[in-house]
């Protein structure tokens, strides 16, 4: 056999092997969908609660998608201070997995379902519910939570 017939088998075995080779396609409900892991701002409250809500929306989605400091967020929001630190955010954990509103809320108290990543956790998460006193006017909130 020739030279030539080697390097052709060996090049349409090459190509046969790289056709199964592609990128695989993600199942879809393994695709990362930010909200698929946090709460939503229900529509039917009235404005004044909605914007509480938001308010916090908009505190843990700097935390936890754009992975901002937690002492670094009133920074970085247009009329919301958020009263917490790192540590009492966070409490031991390594970071905020996901969220969600536990109900509406109740005057300047807003409900919420916390999950965190935590290494010490036989399924390496914790869940916690924390309500969150959102208070203030439009345009400005203040967001802050008894220990």
């Not at 020739?2 to 396609?25: D, N, R």
């Not at 199942?27 to 404005?47: H, Q, R, S």
């Not at 509406?104 to 519910?129: C, I």
Request: hydrophobic share 35%; aromatic share 8%; charged share 25%.
């Amino acid at each position: 056999m020739s030279k030539s017939f080697y390097v052709s088998s060996i090049a349409l075995l090459l190509v046969l092997a790289t056709l199964g080779c592609g990128e695989s396609e993600v199942p879809p409900e393994e695709v990362y969908d930010p909200a698929n892991y946090e709460g939503t701002v229900d529509t039917n409250l009235p404005p004044g609660a909605q914007a509480k809500q938001t308010a916090l929306k908009e505190v843990f989605g700097l935390i936890q998608h754009e992975f901002i400091e937690v002492e670094d967020v009133s920074n970085l929001t247009v009329g919301i201070e958020f009263v917490e630190t790192e540590d009492q955010f966070l409490e031991g954990t390594l970071s905020l997995r996901s969220w969600e509103f536990n109900g509406a809320p109740t005057g300047d108290d807003v409900p919420v379902v916390m999950t965190f990543e935590d290494e010490s956790a036989e399924d390496g998460k914790r869940t916690v519910e924390r309500v969150y006193k959102v208070s203030g006017g439009p345009g400005r909130h203040t967001i802050s939570r008894e220990p």
